[in-house]
């Protein structure tokens, strides 16, 4: 089946620095990829769907100077919190589609971001 | 704006049926989704439902009602295993999904 693959698993940044997640499609090509936010025992939240070759679309509230993606491959996207604060510690997980047509999403393993 | 509702706690012993409701108010729809999630998991998939009715699966089935904005998991002979959160999201466009509040799902022995 397709594989989403995220990196890291789990990072710890002292507040003011930046952090960089990846997600990677590992068998499939993929235009389009979510980007999801999700606080202990809350939901999923939408942040910003990655485009390949142009701008991401960010959710309302989202801050595209703070949380900046880039989708520079069909098979990469990356997350980079910038300047983190505490408040930004969550469990950030992407998620991409084999094809558009295609109804399952497929989740990348998730990156818990602790800012101290 | 945009809203999904779901119970928040369920409770049923191994080998039970239980349902889990998700009701919603969206912009947009094009479908409505399952998905499954253990503690520090990813969620995966479990079912989509674009038209009215049910759709099985194994020992999920799943259920839309688009003129009640109504949709439920039905999952059979529940096991251990089946102890997860579970979340219904409504497909707004382009495949992005806003997701349910979750259903934490105890299963007892």
């Known amino acids: 089946g397709a594989v989403v693959s995220q990196h890291p698993s789990r990072v710890i940044c002292k507040s003011g620095t930046s952090v960089k997640i990846e997600c990677r499609s590992l068998?499939?090509?993929?235009?389009?990829m979510f980007w999801y936010r999700q606080f202990p025992k809350q939901s999923l939240m939408l942040m910003a769907t990655?485009?390949?070759?142009?701008?991401?679309?960010?959710e309302q509230g989202v801050e595209k100077d703070k949380f900046l993606i880039n989708h520079a491959s069909l098979t990469l996207s990356t997350l980079t919190v910038t300047s983190a604060h505490p408040e930004d510690s969550s469990f950030y997980i992407c998620?991409?589609?084999?094809?558009?047509?295609?109804?399952?999403?497929?989740f990348g393993q998730g990156t818990r971001l602790t800012v101290v | 704006g945009q809203s999904l509702e779901q119970p928040s706690e369920v409770t049923a012993v191994e080998g039970a049926i239980v349902q889990i409701n998700c009701t919603y108010q969206t912009s947009g729809f094009y479908g409505l989704s399952w998905y499954q999630q253990h503690d520090g998991g990813a969620p995966t998939f479990l079912s989509y439902n674009a038209l009215d009715g049910l759709e099985e699966t194994g020992r999920f089935s799943s259920f839309l009602s688009r003129s009640d904005s109504y949709g439920y998991l039905l999952l059979q002979e529940l096991q251990m295993k089946d102890s997860a959160s579970y979340f219904c999201a409504v497909d707004t466009g382009r495949r992005a999904l806003t997701f349910g509040s979750g259903t934490r799902l105890q299963v007892q022995p």
């Open positions: 990655s485009n390949e070759g142009s701008k991401a679309t960010y």
């Open positions: 998620s991409a589609n084999r094809r558009e047509v295609d109804t399952e999403a497929f």
């Open positions: 068998d499939f090509q993929a235009t389009t």
